[in-house]
């Protein structure tokens, strides 16, 4: 079991940006595959952005090169770095962590309004 603890969300207005990261407790961190997804209410979860152990990435067609996602290795974190955020970009960010299994930290709010 490995724990992930998101931080960073917050209220932004439309155009805002905001940084989220992603703490693991794990000494496999730099063996684990990586990823954001998101859940806005009553929607089913998303996937936002992942990122191998090896570093390659991928995005939801959505992001639009807005958001990048990054990892420090040395840190055990992994960042999602959000820009031009808009109000459909508002919910629950989750990170997760996959390395035999899944493990899932509790999310973050994200809420962008006027």
């Known amino acids: 079991q490995v724990d992930l603890v998101e931080s960073g969300g917050g209220s932004v207005q439309p155009g805002g940006s905001l940084n989220l990261s992603c703490e693991s407790d794990g000494v496999i961190f730099s063996l684990m595959h990586m990823g954001w997804h998101r859940q806005a209410p009553g929607q089913q979860r998303e996937m936002v952005a992942s990122?191998?152990?090896?570093?390659?990435?991928i995005y939801a067609d959505f992001v639009k090169d807005r958001f990048t996602i990054s990892r420090d290795n040395a840190k055990r974190t992994m960042y999602l770095r959000m820009t031009s955020l808009e109000p459909e970009d508002t919910g629950v960010y989750y990170c997760y962590g996959k390395y035999l299994q899944t493990n899932w930290g509790s999310g973050t709010q994200v809420t962008v309004s006027s």
């Open positions: 990122i191998t152990a090896g570093g390659s990435i």
